[in-house]
């Protein structure tokens, strides 16, 4: 199993970034998958889970500005982040999951900073 962050980046409060997730060693279409972020001096905290039917989940603080997806021709998991605050800084990991709030395999990490 491996899970490739990229799309992370420097942006304005306000801004957007898309975040993918590149598996590999598996088909992560039939596995929930999710994303979690780290800020600095926290632990980490669940982000949004996309189950294996599609369903789609989200913690209260993204709602209605974040997006997950996934192209399963790519075997990639999307998450479109709009509307980007300060508090959004962080390190955001992908993961397999055990379910869509709890990861069993995670990538590396992609950096995330919002400021202005």
């Known amino acids: 199993v491996q899970l490739v962050e990229s799309g992370g980046g420097l942006v304005q409060p306000g801004g957007s970034l898309r975040l993918s997730c590149a598996a590999s060693?598996?088909?992560?279409?039939?596995?929930?998958m999710l994303w979690a972020r780290q800020a600095p001096g926290k632990g980490r905290e669940w982000v949004s889970g996309i189950a294996s039917d599609g369903s789609t989940y989200y913690a209260d603080s993204v709602k209605g500005r974040f997006t997950i997806s996934r192209d399963n021709s790519k075997n990639t998991i999307y998450l479109q982040m709009n509307n980007l605050k300060n508090d959004d800084t962080a390190v955001y990991y992908c993961?397999?999951?055990?379910?869509?709030?709890?990861?069993?395999?995670w990538g590396q990490g992609t950096q995330v900073t919002v400021s202005s």
């Open positions: 060693g598996f088909t992560s279409s039939g596995w929930p």
């Open positions: 993961a397999k999951g055990l379910t869509v709030r709890a990861g069993r395999n």
